[in-house]
């Protein structure tokens, strides 16, 4: 198993950069593939980034693509979510997943394992 604790979500101005990060415990994580996924107020739970168990290959929704970059350290045990030129409609909350196989996973359900989630508000 996995444990995950994501941290450097908080409030930030539209066009500013953040960097969220996914802190994991527990089996190697350079077995895992990982994912990132964001659920606005009001809104279902969203795909926003996956990488595979190298980091070598990434897939993004449409909506980030060209703006927000994840990446992994597996020396570090850390998974990251590079976020660049924010918008309003960014406002969620993120959370890192895991999955013990790998390839890129899209949908919630690929993902055995989940963090707590961290705040990320863009204000206008």
């Known amino acids: 198993q996995v444990q995950l604790v994501e941290s450097g979500g908080g409030l930030v101005q539209a066009g500013d950069s953040l960097r969220v990060s996914c802190a994991a415990s527990?089996?190697?994580?350079?077995?895992?593939?990982m994912g990132w996924f964001r659920q606005a107020p009001g809104k279902e739970r969203e795909f926003v980034a996956a990488?595979?168990?190298?980091?070598?290959?990434?897939s993004y929704a449409d909506s980030v693509k060209g703006r927000f970059t994840i990446s992994k350290d597996n020396a570090k045990n850390t998974g990251y979510l590079q976020m660049n030129s924010l918008k309003v409609e960014d406002t969620a909350d993120y959370y890192c997943?895991?999955?013990?196989?790998?390839?890129?996973?899209?949908?919630?359900?690929?993902?055995?394992?989940w963090g707590q989630g961290t705040q990320v508000t863009v204000s206008s």
């Open positions: 990488i595979d168990r190298t980091g070598g290959s990434t």
């Open positions: 997943a895991a999955r013990g196989s790998d390839g890129l996973w899209r949908t919630q359900g690929a993902y055995n394992y």
């Open positions: 527990g089996r190697t994580f350079s077995t895992y593939a």
